[in-house]
């Protein structure tokens, strides 16, 4: 249980360092959605990427489609797909 909350930690202070935020689509495990700053569809994150001017770092836990839809519609920021496999 310690190291579960030991990862938590780690996410939640990279995100912070990195001005990052994680969106998991709605068919991510719970543990995904639990740390995912907003969870929908894909194409609801995607805008959501657009809307945030401050975030810097986009974690895009979908398929991978989605996330070159949030790339195109935010250009600017650095979007990260954690399985290019989805």
Same mark, same amino acid.
């Given at each position: 249980?310690?190291?579960? &909350?030991? #990862?938590?930690?780690?996410?939640? &202070? !990279?995100?912070?360092? &990195? ?10 495990p ?12 894909? !194409?609801? #994150? ?25 790339? !195109? ?10 399985d290019?496999?989805?």
């Open positions: 249980m310690s190291s579960t &909350r030991a #990862l938590i930690d780690d996410i939640t &202070r !990279l995100k912070t360092e &990195r001005n990052a935020i994680i969106l998991a689509h709605n068919y991510q719970a543990e995904v959605q639990d740390i995912a700053d907003y969870v929908g569809d894909s !194409l609801e #994150l995607s805008i959501k990427t657009s809307k945030l001017p401050a975030v810097e770092v986009v974690v895009f836990c979908s398929v991978d489609f989605m996330a070159e839809t949030a790339k !195109l519609l935010a250009p600017e920021k650095l979007v990260l797909l954690p290019p496999a989805a």
